[in-house]
């Protein structure tokens, strides 16, 4: 996966509960991307990062927050995780392109 | 919000079929990219393009952008079991942080039985 690693893969919760989503690269691109996938809705932007403490908000970003302290990790949170934010989650990297290299995902449950 | 018409959502056919794959926008997009998705995986780069009329081939696959930019199409001829898969069509602009701000379609999942 290009050098991208996401975890945890699979979570499930609770709601009210607080999550957090890890993406680590290995590529040292500047820019880092978080999007959800729903059946129906293909992929939606969430948040996204051009840089260290650069962060900015996507299509979905209502309930998430991102932080991204190193170029290499770039944290997605839900403070309280509600049923509707069940989904599978991809981070993304590029170059400064459309271009995108994506992880894995993270499959979240929230009960 | 851009938004981005894939169709069909659902293709089933036999091994050799040929098949096609659309994607259409009222909007205008700097370039376009096929991404395949297997199972537990995330999306894969299948090809970008980027000028009104460009085709380009992989093997048996072929793809198109429209004249105009707001549509493309994914053309695989002769297809094989080893073609199933999700396939994701996104529409990207161009310009600082417009990159890979990505619209994407709802997907085609596309089965191909033996």
């Known amino acids: 996966d290009a050098g991208i690693t996401q975890s945890p893969r699979h979570k499930v919760t609770e709601t009210g509960t607080p999550v957090t989503l890890r993406c680590h690269q290995t590529?040292?691109?500047?820019?880092m991307y978080w999007y959800r996938q729903d059946p129906g809705h293909g992929l939606r932007l969430i948040h996204y990062?051009?840089?260290?403490?650069?962060?900015d908000k996507g299509e979905v970003s209502d309930g998430y927050s991102v932080s991204r302290s190193k170029t290499e990790d770039f944290l997605l949170t839900l403070e309280s995780a509600t049923s509707s934010q069940t989904s599978v989650y991809f981070c993304?990297?590029?170059?400064?392109?459309?271009?995108?290299?994506f992880g894995a995902g993270s499959r979240l449950t929230v009960l | 919000t851009q938004l981005l018409e894939q169709s069909p959502q659902f293709l089933s056919i036999q091994e050799g079929e040929n098949l096609t794959v659309y994607c259409n926008s009222s909007?205008?997009?700097?370039?376009l990219q096929w991404y395949r998705q297997e199972p537990g995986e995330g999306p894969v780069l299948l090809v970008t393009?980027?000028?009104?009329?460009e085709v380009k081939k992989l093997k048996r696959l072929t793809f198109q952008f429209g004249d105009a930019r707001k549509d493309s199409s994914l053309h695989i001829t002769a297809a094989q079991p080893g073609d199933t898969g999700l396939y994701l069509c996104?529409?990207?602009?161009?310009?600082?942080?417009?990159?890979?701000?990505?619209?994407f379609g709802q997907g085609t999942i596309l089965t191909v039985h033996p």
């Open positions: 993304a990297i590029s170059e400064g392109t459309n271009v995108l290299t």
């Open positions: 590529e040292n691109h500047r820019y």
């Open positions: 990062s051009y840089g260290v403490k650069d962060t």
């Open positions: 909007s205008v997009f700097s370039s």
């Open positions: 393009v980027v000028t009104g009329g």
């Open positions: 996104a529409g990207g602009r161009a310009g600082g942080t417009s990159y890979g701000k990505l619209t």
